[in-house]
């Protein structure tokens, strides 16, 4: 009888990894072609918007920690692919999973983020219009 009680109060963590893979090598490559249209697209709508495109510098910076670049790979994989918890053409509610994923990332990986890429991200924002 416990285990049962103890079952419907335990959820299973969630990790970027179940959805994209496992793949560091392959979810770099996908992030790094699909990115920018991606966020072209859907930046406006992100409320971190600045706080990502500083993590997509930050996977692109060599003095990054592979561990780092692999959560950050995985969360903007999560982001830019088409397989979605919720489809993004949702209103709202679309961009709610891929917000957490990279509300997550971000505090995972923060300490990382420096002000170096949070000043390219700015700079990118700006020359695009997206800020």
Not at 14 to 43: M, Q, S, T, W
Request: hydrophobic share 50%; glycine share 4%.
């Amino acid at each position: 009888m416990t285990n049962r009680i103890k079952d419907l109060f335990h959820k299973p963590a969630v990790h970027a990894e179940d959805y994209v893979g496992a793949d560091e090598a392959r979810n770099e490559r996908a992030v790094r072609d699909g990115f920018i249209p991606k966020a072209k697209h859907y930046l406006r709508q992100l409320p971190i918007a600045s706080q990502v495109v500083a993590m997509y510098f930050c996977l692109l910076d060599a003095r990054t920690p592979l561990w780092v670049k692999g959560v950050v790979a995985a969360a903007l994989a999560y982001f830019i692919l088409p397989l979605d918890a919720i489809p993004d053409i949702l209103p709202i509610v679309g961009l709610s999973d891929d917000l957490s994923v990279l509300t997550g990332a971000l505090t995972a990986v923060g300490a990382f983020i420096t002000d170096e890429h949070r000043a390219r991200a700015r700079e990118w924002m700006a020359h695009e219009r997206l800020a």
